[in-house]
């Protein structure tokens, strides 16, 4: 298949094309357009020319059409999540859930339309009220670790406010955003208001920073790329929210049920092979059961079924490239005390098995960086001063979970944890209905839940006098 250029002396040049490579065979599964500065240009333009139709579509029209939108999600379920099997190498389990996401998130803000209320605000002289006006042509940029749900989250809040919406998926895993696209058109968004832009973050990625006609950009990915969007979004007063990296810590006090802590851990850092921002990856256990903790944590992380994803039985897939291999690799030297490892299979795909460390320095890179693997730090605290000091030990703040009995100590460090989204006695951080976004370093702003769409709006304030 084509990776370079093509060209036709006849007919100028055509959009070059980059090749999508499965994780678990590392063969291609597709070519897909790498588009060009012009290309993107020509598209954000098409796009502010759909806004001014579509920002006029009634309430209840553009509610009912995302309704539709939601519908056919649903009824392409299997083949979405398939797809994002092959691309992506997620467990169909998992897959399946993520094309469930982008449904529920999509019926969820198809109520959103007519609920879109301003406020009636008492003033001498008059009437004043507020608008929540689009912004106009939102960009949307989205990692390869969830490329369903992080599409959604953005795309779906966005249209019902009446933006347009540019995505660009990741280069790495762009298959599963370009079939949405498809069902939207199908569902009857108007040609143009919901596109995806396949290409380089350099090239499609920058230009919705830099482009005077997007309005806003919503920013998933990696802390590093994140500040350099954000400087960018500065430069032109352009509204941002970034969703980062994260390094959690999964909190276990000596009152915890130990066995349900212990057999949950591996699944909430393990899931998505690690390659979740919300992986619980430092796991910090009070001293007095370290030992309990330790022993029955090993048949947890040797249970977890690492095999072809595509398999209903798998817990997890291989790592999304050789690179990111190399990568994850990278943090275990010979010098590394690993406590447990699991098994992978043999022949193709980029796998890495499911490990446990145990560094013994708070400074540990092991303790302070996001590995996006299937590594976890283990380290023991002394008491709940102790837990919490060593919680907030990082430049990350987007998820964690603490587990005690001790209702009081749960609220009290939960309160205390400098994070976004936590879970006592439980590892799950993503409801569609409440807010997600981080602290510090994880993020500005929050997606989902009630408050999102007014991410994708501007207030207007409006005063008509009713002096004669
Ligand atoms: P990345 O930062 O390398 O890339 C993210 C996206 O940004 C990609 O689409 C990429 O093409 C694009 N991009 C790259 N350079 C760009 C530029 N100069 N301008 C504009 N766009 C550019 O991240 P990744 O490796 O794809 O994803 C992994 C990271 O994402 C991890 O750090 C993870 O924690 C983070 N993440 C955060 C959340 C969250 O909600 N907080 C969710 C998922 C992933």
Not at 138 to 149: A, K, L, Y
Not at 190 to 197: C, K, N, R, S
Not at 409 to 417: D, E, H, L, N, Q
Request: with cysteine; glycine share 10%.
């Amino acid at each position: 298949m084509p990776t370079a250029p093509l060209c036709s002396a006849e007919e100028g040049p055509v959009t070059a094309l980059h090749d999508v490579i499965s994780p678990v065979t590392e063969e291609v599964v597709a070519s897909v357009p790498s588009l060009s500065l012009e290309e993107t240009d020509a598209a954000i333009a098409r796009s502010r020319k759909a806004f001014e139709t579509w920002r006029h579509v009634s309430p209840g029209d553009r509610a009912r059409i995302l309704r539709r939108f939601s519908a056919l999600v649903d009824e392409h379920n299997e083949g979405l999540a398939q797809l994002e099997v092959r691309n992506a190498g997620h467990t169909i389990g998992n897959a399946r859930w993520e094309a469930g996401n982008v449904r529920d998130v999509l019926a969820y803000y198809s109520g959103a339309p007519e609920r879109l209320l301003g406020h009636q605000i008492p003033v001498p002289g008059g009437v004043d009220m507020t608008f929540h006006e689009p912004l106009g042509v939102v960009g949307v940029i989205v990692p390869w670790n969830f490329p369903m749900p992080i599409a959604g989250w953005g795309f779906a809040p966005a249209l019902a406010a009446g933006n347009t919406v540019v995505l660009k998926p990741a280069e790495l895993t762009p298959l599963t955003a370009m079939r949405l696209a498809e069902l939207g058109l199908e569902a009857g968004l108007p040609e143009d208001v919901f596109q995806v832009l396949t290409g380089k973050g350099s090239v499609v990625g920058e230009r919705f920073v830099t482009h005077p006609h997007v309005a806003k950009v919503v920013f998933t990915g990696s802390t590093e790329v994140g500040i350099h969007v954000a400087e960018g979004c500065a430069r032109g007063v352009k509204p941002v929210t970034l969703e980062l990296g994260g390094k959690s810590a999964n909190v276990i006090f000596d009152d915890a049920d130990l066995a349900k802590a212990a057999a949950t851990a591996p699944y909430g850092v393990f899931d998505n092979a690690g390659q979740d921002c919300c992986a619980r990856s430092r796991i910090l256990v009070q001293r007095s059961v370290l030992d309990e903790f330790l022993a029955l944590l090993e048949p947890a992380v040797l249970g977890v079924r690492v095999e072809d994803p595509s398999l209903d039985t798998s817990e997890m897939g291989p790592l999304i490239s050789a690179g990111h291999h190399a990568t994850v690799s990278s943090f275990i030297t010979d010098s590394t005390n690993v406590v447990i490892q699991g098994q992978v299979p043999s022949g193709p795909g980029y796998w890495y098995p499911a490990t446990v460390v145990m560094p013994s320095r708070e400074d540990d890179p092991l303790m302070t960086e996001e590995v996006f693997g299937p590594v976890v730090s283990v380290m023991a605290f002394d008491d709940e001063a102790d837990a919490i000091r060593l919680t907030n030990a990082t430049d990350y703040g987007l998820s964690g979970s603490i587990w005690t009995r001790d209702v009081g100590r749960a609220f009290r460090v939960a309160r205390a944890t400098e994070s976004g989204n936590l879970s006592i006695n439980s590892h799950s951080s993503v409801r569609y209905w409440t807010p997600f976004g981080g602290f510090k370093k994880s993020g500005l702003g929050r997606e989902l839940g009630p408050d999102a769409l007014h991410a994708f709006t501007e207030v207007k304030n409006v005063f008509i006098s009713t002096e004669g």
